[in-house]
């Protein structure tokens, strides 16, 4: 049986977010490491994906949420881009959003073409990984972005492998008798 209520934030998403309670934050939770440098796109990717890819990824790492072990859902994220932007362009180019099916019987029927789908699917997948990386536009509108990532410059300075300055910092929202 799975766990039960909603998944459980990452700190740093709680940070950005201005949930972020220290004494609510669990003791031994992983703290991944950033990689070096913002990472390029694996050379099998479409370029659409690969687009997606150069698009994202200096951002998420940019806010601290592209780590080493993040790698692998992030090219989740964007091959299920590449796939619905493909389907997309197949529908445009059928001109049409069903085609002609006879059955066994002999009787014809209109029926939805098989891109429609996949648009469907790839597009819950994609909602689903915008979740996880914050990138919804409700997790947006719930997001304060901290001041120590200046520029652009990847992760905290003070220490590249971990999120301290994130996590035990002060908290930004200014809240009423405070």
């Keep these: 049986m799975g766990q039960r209520g909603p998944k459980t934030k990452p700190s740093e998403l709680k940070l950005l977010q201005g949930t972020y309670r220290k004494d609510r934050a669990p003791e031994n939770e992983p703290k991944p490491n950033a990689p070096p440098s913002i990472p390029e796109p694996p050379?099998?990717?479409?370029?659409?994906?690969?687009?997606?890819?150069?698009?994202?990824?200096?951002?998420l790492y940019r806010i601290?949420?592209?780590?080493?072990?993040?790698?692998?859902?992030?090219?989740?994220?964007?091959l299920s881009y590449g796939r619905m932007v493909a389907a997309h362009?197949?529908?445009?180019k059928a001109k049409t959003m069903f085609h002609e099916y006879t059955n066994k019987a002999g009787a014809t029927n209109f029926v939805a073409r098989p891109e429609i789908a996949v648009i469907q699917k790839e597009s819950m997948v994609i909602k689903a990984?915008?979740?996880?990386?914050?990138?919804?536009?409700?997790?947006r509108a719930r997001m304060e972005a901290p001041d120590i990532l200046p520029g652009g410059a990847g992760p905290p300075k003070e220490?590249?492998?971990s999120f301290d300055g994130f996590l035990n910092g002060q908290r930004r929202r200014n809240l009423p008798g405070t």
């Design 43 to 59: 050379n099998y990717m479409d370029v659409t994906a690969k687009k997606e890819w150069r698009r994202l990824a200096p951002e």
């Design 64 to 78: 601290g949420l592209l780590t080493k072990v993040d790698l692998g859902t992030f090219e989740a994220y964007c």
């Design 89 to 92: 362009k197949s529908l445009k």
């Design 129 to 139: 990984f915008c979740a996880e990386f914050g990138l919804s536009p409700s997790a």
């Design 159 to 161: 220490d590249k492998n």
